[in-house]
């Protein structure tokens, strides 16, 4: 059973930072691709950022200059840092990775920006 445990989210002032974290456990495969996809209300869920095994990141326009992606190979860890977060970053935050030709998704986190 794969899963996928993530943390980081919360409420923060326009401006400021978060780190999301995600987790992978319960598989021995090898990871092809972790990132998050977000999903703002009344919105459709679009892919933030993620990294592949070859190390390549890729980034929703939006979210270039701001949001840096990286992992820990060893530990199955993504991490999402989010800086000069702006509203429009409102969403619940939803860890992907694809293994073995298969997607799996985390909870969700939700993170909120507001003044």
């Known amino acids: 059973q794969v899963q996928l445990v993530e943390s980081g989210g919360g409420l923060v002032q326009p401006g400021g930072s978060l780190r999301l974290y995600c987790a992978a456990s319960g598989s021995s495969s090898s990871i092809y691709r972790m990132g998050w996809y977000r999903q703002a209300p009344g919105q459709q869920r679009e892919s933030v950022a993620y990294i592949l095994s070859s190390s390549t990141t890729t980034y929703v326009d939006s979210v270039k200059g701001r949001f840096t992606i990286s992992r820990d190979n060893a530990k199955n860890t993504v991490y999402l840092q989010m800086n000069s977060l702006k509203p429009e970053d409102t969403a619940v935050y939803y860890c992907?990775?694809?293994?073995?030709?298969?997607?799996?998704w985390g909870q969700g986190t939700q993170v909120t920006v507001s003044s």
């Open positions: 992907h990775v694809v293994m073995g030709g298969r997607n799996y």
